[in-house]
């Protein structure tokens, strides 16, 4: 049997650590894969001019009796098409604090 890999319900992202603050809040910290260029959230476009990141705080789906709590690093992207904007992140919408994932469920 294998464990579950974490990793593939966040694409693009590994999780590099995680905690529990409160009872039954499981809070999981994601960091971007190095292996992977960020995606311009405008036009789609890999862009490898990364102006910055800030973390943010992401609710998923609940895994068994704990609540999900993510930290999110999201990077603003220089794109020499759209100029400054946050990069793209498929289950993510911009500036939402649920993943698409829990926002399909509720
Ligand atoms: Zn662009």
Do not use: K
């Not at 992202?13 to 894969?33: D, F, G, R």
């Not at 603003?76 to 994932?101: F, H, I, K, M, N």
């Amino acid at each position: 049997m294998n464990p579950i890999d974490l990793a593939t319900f966040w694409p693009g992202y590994a999780v590099v650590a995680s905690s529990q603050h409160a009872e039954n809040t499981l809070t999981l910290i994601l960091e971007p894969l190095a292996s992977e260029l960020p995606r311009c959230g405008r036009c789609l476009e890999p862009i490898p001019l990364i102006h910055d990141r800030r973390v943010r705080d992401v609710r998923d789906r609940d895994l068994f009796d704990q609540r999900v709590q993510l930290q999110v690093p999201v990077r603003r992207v220089d794109c020499l098409s759209c100029g400054r904007v946050p990069e793209r992140v498929d289950w993510l919408e911009p500036a939402s604090r649920l993943t698409q994932r829990l926002r399909a469920w509720v």
